[in-house]
T-cell receptor
Framework: DAGVIQSPRHEVTEMGQEVTLRCKPI?????LFWYRQTMMRGLELLIY????????DSGMPEDRFSAKMPNASFSTLKIQPSEPRDSAVYFC??????????FGPGTRLTVT | AQSVTQPDIHITVSEGASLELRCNYS??????LFWYVQSPGQGLQLLLK??????LVQGIKGFEAEFKRSQSSFNLRKPSVHWSDAAEYFC???????????FGTGTLLAVQP
């Protein structure tokens, strides 16, 4: 299996621009998680889906953040408008049972 | 509240020496416990997991961890560290009605030649 795939690996954008991060989970996995990692706050769970349905989005920091999972093999995390404090590494992870999660390589986002 | 504590932010060991990374958790129900490793610029890789049964679990890369319920601990060990083990290590807990992973703050391991 190719593992969890994330794109792009690096994203540099200007403040105010829309950013879309993409994730393809491991085939057959029914849970998908979005995390954010920063030096100050460590790893934070933003949102997770089960069978394409959002279950818990309490970690989404603001209305500027939104996530979708239109099908079992694709999810997006969108930030609109982006701000410098959104600079972080964003990870996607998937799981077949909700407990043992497998992480993608991450997207490093820099907002200038 | 559910939490994970990794008391050591940074540890340096010599290559070939033994290693123990500490992890304490607070969880109301029977926990599911994990150790992940993150190399620079990489994602998190699952080293090992504990769900139930034998309290000593073996993982990849020669790592093992022991679940001690009485001490609420799940320490990670390796008998002989290799230079390639230099990375950041995260302990995490999950279980019960939620599928969320609660991560510790991580321990950064440096390996001296």
């Amino acid at each position: 299996d190719a593992g969890v795939i994330q794109s792009p690996r690096h994203e540099v954008t200007e403040m105010g621009q829309e950013v879309t991060l993409r994730c393809k989970p491991i085939s057959g996995h029914d849970y998908l998680f979005w995390y954010r990692q920063t030096m100050m706050r460590g790893l934070e769970l933003l949102i997770y889906f089960n069978n394409n349905v959002p279950i818990d989005d309490s970690g989404m920091p603001e209305d500027r953040f939104s996530a979708k999972m239109p099908n079992a093999s694709f999810s997006t995390l969108k930030i609109q408008p982006s701000e410098p404090r959104d600079s972080a590494v964003y990870f996607c992870a998937s799981s077949s049972q909700g407990y043992e999660q497998y992480f993608g390589p991450g997207t490093r986002l820099t907002v200038t | 509240a559910q939490s994970v504590t990794q008391p050591d932010i940074h540890i340096t060991v010599s290559e070939g020496a033994s290693l123990e990374l500490r992890c304490n958790y607070s969880y109301g129900a029977t926990p599911y416990l994990f150790w992940y490793v993150q190399s620079p610029g990489q994602g998190l890789q699952l080293l090992l997991k504990y769900f139930s049964g034998d309290t000593l679990v073996q993982g990849i890369k020669g790592f093992e961890a022991e679940f001690k319920r009485s001490q609420s601990s799940f320490n990670l060990r390796k008998p002989s560290v290799h230079w390639s083990d230099a990375a950041e290590y995260f302990c995490a807990v999950s279980g019960g009605a939620t599928n969320k992973l609660i991560f510790g703050t991580g321990t950064l391991l440096a390996v001296q030649p």
